[in-house]
């Protein structure tokens, strides 16, 4: 399937995924609802599906091209239609037994959303005093607390859950749990109001408390204490694809610069005539190409050269995500009033550019917990980290080294 | 006198703040406050009537109006852009009328830009033409803050020939005395930040118009008010930066992470501690630029520029360091005070934007190269006049307005005083880093040297412009450092002088001790007390 052709011409003004519609829907603080209807057609998630289990995920750089696709025309179907169920896939790929696995692929390729729960506003990074808990009982589990700023989490047709399940210090006191949200009981999951943010508008960021809600045994992921063993193997992949995906809004930024330099009149001349916008966007396009050829290499290296992730997958998203948000900057000091404005022919830019602003979040320390797995997303800084190098096989799944 | 905590108390809580940009709604209320306190005497020359003898107090009211609400200010300060011409240009009548308009309330707009002509002043199409019964604009200007809601308005108009220095003339509208169907509003744009406030555009056709100052003057005497506002433009981007500060110096002191509070942490302190410095070495800039207004009147074509450039990029990269320290507090909108800190960065993202972008002012600042080398290597210094530029508090002589000129002839005082200001430090550490920062000038000022003066100046004028800057800013942190605000000032100038050799690809200065100033920064946070070394505490506490 090629993105860019289903997404068709941006600035065609009946394209219900041209520029027009995005801007629309982030204005409503929607998901844009064409868009996800046209993926469910065309069957996106099948790029988050390893083939094994039906699906197109046989090598990283496959989903991370498809993934840019998406996050080039807009970020908010980029993480809310593709990268949320995504990271859950990839926990589940990596500890999920058959059955589990066969049902999350199926539900995937039914157009399903999974949502990865691991966060908590109170707790942050600091995932060893996580509020949120899983009791045993005689038949499974028993889950109280809360979980917040989750994407997708009321919609979600399944959910990845992050759960203290013993008060014993150390690095095995969690585990994950995947559930249906249609075997929740609803009185024991309260739904609270979705949280809103600067960008990412239309994502829908839900928040929930849950208090004794059953699950039965087999929900658990993996073995009980491997929580964040988990989090991290998956990480090892999402952080690698997050560099090669923030090249898509820098593209499309730097397509609205160029095109607004060479169309503005200014001084008797074009914009594009002034030595300072043209090296400010020689310096993007130059920024733009080191990221993909840098991130090129650290998502095939996830398949070829594994054991030296460690390095690779921390310098391309630490050096990456700076050098997106500074062209960013650069690129707004051409658009200048343009830039500002949420209408018009370049009102998009402001759209990508509060879009991309987490990549600099959530910064992931030595002891950084399965936030991290989010942080992918979000993380600047590079991060030192225990678990096991892990290296996806051709069959899509993750197997520990 | 008004003081900061009457203004933060008129603008009221932070709630209704974040609902009024939430809905893109005017901040009314606010702007009645502000009223109401007495804030527009402070936009009126004393010969008027009011209040502005010393453009060091108008920088104080409007960044303690900013660290509540950049908003409110960039709306109710449009008062103040709006007339600068008047004072400047205007006869006597004309002075006094819109004296009396804005000291009762009366908000004012200023219409340079238009649809197709944004920083590009010699080319405007709009135009004035003069008829038996006086002169008529015909055209629109966009876009423009205050347009809808201003009663009085001064415009550029063409007059002449496009495109040549004297063929444009500035006129005062009062839309009060239009005749109806020679003008109308463009509707309000939607914007990034700053959504509520009223962005919005005035069309005219055949409309009446008085004649400000005389004809073909009228891009000179914008250029030359350009220099009071965009100085004052640094009361917007300290206020901002204030706010930003408090929020995460909070959040950082009260953030239990692993049993240990944040502030408790390495990293995160360096970070709370390099951001305050950029603060203050941004403040003791802004505050240098406003009183060398007075001081050093026929500098400020230099003054202005730097002011207008550095003081919004150093605040853009202290709100860009603490989002990061802030993690998703900084982006939800409706935790953590309201989403307050999102929405001061989107806020904040126009300062560098309008009165003239950073690039602008970077080629302002280049055009002026030759004369700056020049009087850098013959060390000219006005000494009084840098004296009382950098007497912060001390209230200023009166400004001659007549000495405001397009080209300064002595350079820039500030930095040209460098040598002698470093020859009278003691302290090692200081003295080093002062060192540094003379010989990196010196560098920076050869390199200007060598630039060909140029219509369209090289991309590398433009980075030599930023570095120059930066050694403003060090200069201004040396001339106003005392023992009691060293602990602001040391870090400033050791974070000035990384950033300059981050620019100039040279080895970065030596670290210097961040914990005292993490300590303070955060104690303030908590108390209310000042997070700069002039800056004033702040009423509510916490
Ligand atoms: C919220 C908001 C409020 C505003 N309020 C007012 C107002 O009250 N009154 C008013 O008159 N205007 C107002 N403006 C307009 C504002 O002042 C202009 O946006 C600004 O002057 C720059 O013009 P421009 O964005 O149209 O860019 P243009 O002038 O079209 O320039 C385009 C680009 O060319 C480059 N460029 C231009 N000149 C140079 C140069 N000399 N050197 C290097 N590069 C250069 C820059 O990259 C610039 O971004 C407002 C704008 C906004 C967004
Ligand atoms: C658009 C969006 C979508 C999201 N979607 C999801 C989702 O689907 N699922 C989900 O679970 N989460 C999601 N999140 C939340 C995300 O995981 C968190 O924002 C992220 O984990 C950071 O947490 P925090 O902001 O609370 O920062 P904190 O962990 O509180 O960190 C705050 C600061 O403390 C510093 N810090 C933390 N620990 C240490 C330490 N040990 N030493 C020194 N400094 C430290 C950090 O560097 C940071 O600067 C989403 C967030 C956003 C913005």
Same mark, same amino acid.
């Given at each position: ?45 099948? #790029? ?7 699906? /197109? ?8 091209? !498809? ?49 990865? !729960? ?5 707790? &942050?990074?600091?995932?060893?005093? !996580? ?85 039965? /045994? ?63 966007? !020689? ?45 960013? #900057? ?5 658009? &200048? ?65 | ?44 020359? @004393? ?38 011409? +008047? ?75 496009? =495109? ?15 005749? @109806? ?169 126009? +300062? ?40 912060? =508090? ?16 002595? =350079?820039?005082? +500030? ?41 369209? *100046? ?52 030596? *670290? ?31």
């Amino acid at each position: 399937m090629d993105i860019d052709e289903l997404l068709a011409d941006p600035r065609a003004a009946d394209n219900p995924m041209g520029f027009d519609a995005v801007l629309a829907a982030d204005e409503r603080q929607e998901m844009l609802a064409d868009g996800e209807r046209l993926l469910d057609e065309h069957g996106f998630n099948a #790029e988050f599906v390893p083939t094994r289990l039906g699906g /197109r995920l046989d090598r990283v750089d496959r989903v991370a091209a !498809a993934l840019r696709a998406l996050w080039r025309r807009d970020p908010c179907l980029g993480l809310g239609y593709g990268f949320s169920s995504f990271i859950s896939g990839m926990n589940i790929w990596t500890a999920g037994d058959e059955e589990q696995q066969r049902n999350a692929a199926k539900l995937l390729l039914d157009n399903g959303k999974i949502a990865a !729960a691991f966060h908590e506003l109170d707790h &942050g990074n600091d995932f060893a005093h !996580a509020g949120f808990a899983a009791r045993a009982t005689d038949d499974g589990w028993l889950l109280s607390g809360r979980k917040e700023v989750v994407t997708n989490l009321r919609r979600a047709d399944a959910l990845v859950l992050f759960a203290r399940t013993s008060s014993a210090a150390g690095s095995r006191g969690h585990s994950q749990f995947l559930v249906e949200t249609a075997d929740l009981p609803g009185e024991s999951v309260r739904h609270l109001s979705r949280l809103h943010s600067s960008g990412m508008r239309g994502v829908q960021l839900g928040r929930a408390e849950f208090t004794d809600c059953p699950v039965p /045994r087999h929900a658990l992921l993996g073995d009980p204490g491997q929580g964040m063993e988990i989090a991290l193997r998956a990480y090892q992949v999402t952080r690698a694809v997050f560099p090669a995906i923030s090249v898509g809004p820098l593209d499309t930024a730097l397509r609205l610069a160029t095109e607004f330099a060479l169309e503005r009149k200014l001084y008797g001349g074009a914009v594009s005539d002034i030595p300072y916008v043209r090296a400010t966007l !020689a310096r993007a396009y130059a920024d733009l190409l080191a990221i993909d050829a840098f991130s090129a290499v650290a998502v095939r290296a996830l398949h070829l050269l594994p054991e030296e992730m460690g390095i690779y997958a921390p310098a391309a998203k630490y050096l990456t995500s700076r050098v997106v948000l500074d062209a960013f #900057e650069d690129l707004r000091s051409v658009l &200048g009033a343009q830039a500002y404005l949420r209408e018009g022919k370049y009102g998009m830019f402001q759209k990508l550019h509060r879009d991309i602003a987490p990549a600099t979040f959530a910064t992931c320390h030595e002891q950084a917990g399965p936030q991290s797995a989010w942080a992918a997303i979000l993380n600047l800084h590079p991060c030192k980290f225990a678990s096991r190098q892990s290296v996806p096989s051709a069959n899509g799944r993750i197997q520990p080294t | 006198m008004l003081s900061g905590p009457l203004l933060d108390n008129a603008l009221g809580d932070a709630a209704r703040i974040a609902e009024l940009d939430a809905t893109a709604a005017f901040p009314a209320e606010q702007c009645a406050a502000l009223d109401a306190a007495g804030l527009p005497a402070y936009y009126v020359p @004393p010969e008027w009537g009011g209040k502005l003898d010393d453009h060091e107090v108008l920088l104080r009211l409007w960044r303690d109006v900013a660290r509540r609400d950049l908003s409110t200010i960039v709306a109710h300060g449009k008062t103040y852009l709006g007339t600068a011409c +008047v004072w400047l240009a205007g006869s006597e009548d004309q002075a006094s009328a819109v004296a009396k308009a804005v000291l009762g309330g009366v908000p004012a707009a200023w219409a340079l830009s238009e649809p197709g002509h944004g920083a590009d002043l010699l080319n405007g199409s709009l135009t004035a033409t003069e008829s038996a019964d006086g002169w008529r604009l015909t055209g629109a200007k966009w876009p423009i803050n205050n347009a809808t809601r201003a009663d009085l308005l001064t415009v550029l108009a063409r007059t002449g020939t496009a =495109g040549s220095a004297r063929g444009q003339s500035l006129f005062l509208v009062d839309k009060s005395t239009l005749a @109806p169907g020679t003008w109308q509003h463009r509707r309000k744009a939607a914007t990034h930040g700053i959504r509520g406030v009223d962005i919005s555009g005035i069309a005219f056709d055949g409309a009446r118009a008085d004649l400000l100052g005389a004809q073909g003057t009228g891009v000179e005497t914008v250029l030359r008010a350009l220099q009071l506002t965009r100085t004052m433009c640094g009361g917007l981007s300290l206020g901002a930066g204030e706010h930003a500060l408090r929020l995460t110096g909070r959040f950082v002191s009260t953030r239990v992470i692993q049993r240990k509070p944040l502030i408790d942490r390495a990293q995160p302190r360096s970070v709370l501690a390099r951001c305050a410095g950029l603060l203050a070495a941004a403040e003791a800039a802004a505050l240098v630029g406003a009183r060398s207004i007075h001081g050093l009147t026929g500098e400020m074509s230099v003054a202005s520029a730097i002011v207008k450039s550095v003081v919004p990029a150093l605040t853009d990269l202290v709100i860009a360091d603490l989002t990061e320290l802030l993690g998703a507090r900084s982006y939800l909108t409706d935790v953590y005070e309201y989403g307050a800190f999102q929405k001061l960065a989107r806020d904040h993202q126009i +300062v560098s934007v309008f009165d003239g972008s950073t690039p602008v002012n970077r080629s302002a600042l280049a055009q002026q190269f030759p004369r700056l080398a020049r009087a850098y290597a013959a060390e000219t210094v006005d000494g009084s006049g840098l004296a009382e530029a950098v007497d912060i =508090g001390v209230r200023p002589s009166e400004l001659d307005r007549g000495e405001l000129v397009l080209a300064s002839r002595n =350079g820039c005082s +500030v930095v040209q005083s460098l040598p002698g200001v470093v020859a009278a430090l003691s302290e090692p550490e200081l003295t080093a880093m002062a060192r540094s920062l003379l010989a990196i000038t010196a560098k920076v000022v050869g390199l200007m040297a060598e630039v060909r003066p140029a219509a369209r *100046p090289a991309m590398a004028a433009y980075e030599l412009a930023a570095a120059y800057e930066l050694c403003y800013v060090g200069a201004a942190c040396l001339h106003l450092w005392t023992a009691e605000n060293d602990v602001w000032l040391r870090v400033a100038l050791h974070a000035v002088l990384t950033r300059l050799t981050a620019v100039l690809r040279m080895p970065a200065p030596e *670290p210097v001790d961040h914990d005292p100033l993490a300590e303070l920064v955060a104690d303030a946070a908590m108390t209310g007390g000042a997070i700069t070394p002039f800056g004033a505490g702040d009423s509510r506490g916490h």
